[in-house]
């Protein structure tokens, strides 16, 4: 949402500015059901089909929760939006458009997008069970991105099937939980607070930013839950949600410009013990400006940030379902479908490259690297040392890693298998194993 550019920061500023000025109103606004002729309808159908002596609403609307009202609420509001001339403005009705439902679901186009989205989401966490080594400590904190996102969508497709207060707090509530956890782990990622290989220890920030992060979160919701049921305090819930989004993004394009831009540095303490600060580098130890070949990564979650963005448009440019169906919230619903995927590609990418550029610095060559790339290396050309590099990286104990390779097809046809001491004579070189002869024959029963 935020763009460390100077041609960028105006306009998303008036972005920001503008969501949180009008969102909340594009959520509460209900000109429709205010409106008489809209009361007169309802009015008339209460009295019409809600007596006790009236027969009851469909068996299919009831088991989800719809009363007699609520049905008179629908029919009306399509009634009311029947006879709006062309042209004329479209008018919501308790916050929310006049939509198509399919049986007793309210917003079915929605609820599909959700789904679609809760379906990317276990694909990415599929991948981080295929790709990344369970021994790469990143793969937990992903593991844990992907079930608190597969959590929301469910909640979103069941606030957008049955929209009821209890189901509208539950889907924000875990809204602004995959929010703060994807704020978490940008800053384990960024910052190192945690190194991908086990014999690194946790940097002990973690504890204090992961507790801190939760607090606040906790603290978000104990105020929303002092609000009675039917109640939602829409412009102070978007704003907090704004504020942790706006610094995963800020801190996401900084990674990114930092391949590309220096960054100051400063130094705490005087004489030779002080210390230097400066943004941390994004595959340590090797300097992001002089890294060569650059990160294929390196500039993904600018893109990402600044696409996302764009999509989040369709929540500020609020208009009247197409068809009573497709309204912009669903748009934003189906834009996050091909965002999810990317960013699960990213991140993945990212967790592998970052644990192979640190076991290659500590000796360790071939993990992370994909096809024919070679090592990332820094100034000079050469290699890091392993001792030089766990200086660089800040941790480590310099002991050897041993890590599993799968043999490609050149080696298992040189007769070579890496790493296991297993070389396996081959035609025309040295000497052929002996043959332990033919199989004894043995005579068939009669």
């Known amino acids: 949402m935020s763009r460390q550019s100077t041609t960028g920061i105006p306009l998303v500023a008036l972005f920001l500015v503008s969501l949180v000025l009008f969102g909340p109103s594009l959520v509460a606004a209900s000109s429709g059901d205010r409106n008489p002729t809209f009361q007169h309808c309802l009015k008339g159908c209460q009295l019409t089909y809600c007596?006790?002596?009236?027969?009851?609403?469909?068996?299919?609307?009831?088991?989800?929760?719809?009363?007699?009202?609520?049905?008179?609420?629908?029919?009306?509001?399509?009634?009311?939006?029947?006879?709006?001339?062309?042209?004329?403005?479209?008018?919501?009705?308790?916050g929310k458009w006049a939509f198509y439902r399919f049986g007793p679901f309210q917003e079915p186009f929605s609820i599909l997008m959700s789904l679609g989205n809760l379906y990317v989401n276990l694909k990415g966490l599929e991948q981080v069970k295929r790709r990344i080594r369970k021994e790469n400590r990143m793969r937990g904190w992903l593991n844990g991105l992907g079930w608190v996102q597969v959590n929301t969508w469910i909640w979103s497709a069941v606030f957008h099937a049955r929209d009821k207060p209890w189901t509208e707090r539950l889907d924000y509530f875990s809204a602004t939980v995959t929010i703060a956890y994807t704020l978490l782990y940008t800053l384990i990622r960024i910052f190192h607070l945690q190194s991908p290989l086990p014999q690194h220890s946790s940097s002990r920030l973690l504890l204090p930013v992961s507790a801190g992060i939760a607090f606040l979160v906790l603290g978000h919701f104990t105020y929303l839950l002092s609000f009675p049921l039917g109640q939602f305090p829409y412009g102070y819930h978007t704003?907090?949600?704004?504020?942790?989004?706006?610094?995963?993004?800020?801190?996401?394009?900084?990674?990114?410009?930092?391949?590309?831009?220096?960054?100051?540095?400063?130094?705490?303490?005087?004489?030779?013990?002080g210390r230097t600060i400066g943004f941390?580098?994004?595959?340590?130890?090797?300097?992001?400006?002089?890294?060569?070949?650059?990160?294929?990564?390196?500039?993904?979650?600018?893109?990402?940030?600044?696409?996302?963005?764009?999509?989040?448009?369709?929540?500020?440019l609020d208009f009247a379902p197409v068809f009573r169906v497709i309204d912009a919230h669903s748009l934003w619903h189906a834009a996050t479908i091909p965002l999810?995927?990317?960013?699960?590609?990213?991140?993945?990418?990212?967790?592998?490259?970052?644990?192979?550029?640190?076991?290659?610095?500590?000796?360790v060559s071939g993990v992370g690297l994909q096809g024919d790339q070679k090592p990332l290396t820094g100034?000079?050309?050469?290699?890091?040392?392993?001792?030089?590099?766990?200086?660089?990286?800040?941790?480590?104990?310099?002991?050897?890693v041993n890590s599993p390779r799968t043999p490609n097809f050149a080696q298992l046809a040189a007769g070579n298998i890496p790493g296991s001491g297993i070389r396996f004579p081959i035609k025309g070189g040295g000497a052929k194993p002996r043959s332990p002869g033919p199989s004894p024959k043995v005579d068939k029963p009669e």
């Open 379 to 400: 100034d000079g050309g050469g290699g890091l040392s392993a001792s030089a590099a766990s200086g660089a990286a800040g941790q480590g104990d310099g002991q050897s």
């Open 280 to 316: 941390p580098k994004p595959y340590p130890p090797n300097p992001p400006l002089t890294t060569q070949p650059r990160p294929k990564e390196a500039a993904t979650p600018l893109i990402l940030v600044c696409l996302t963005t764009g999509a989040m448009a369709f929540e500020l």
């Open 51 to 94: 007596e006790p002596h009236q027969p009851p609403i469909p068996k299919y609307l009831s088991a989800f929760g719809w009363t007699c009202k609520e049905n008179c609420a629908y029919e009306c509001g399509h009634s009311f939006t029947d006879h709006i001339r062309p042209g004329s403005k479209h008018h919501q009705f308790y």
């Open 239 to 273: 704003k907090f949600n704004l504020v942790l989004a706006g610094v995963h993004n800020v801190l996401w394009i900084l990674w990114s410009f930092s391949f590309k831009y220096p960054y100051p540095t400063f130094k705490l303490g005087g004489g030779g013990a």
């Open 340 to 363: 999810t995927i990317a960013w699960w590609h990213f991140l993945v990418e990212d967790s592998i490259a970052l644990e192979g550029s640190l076991l290659t610095a500590r000796g």
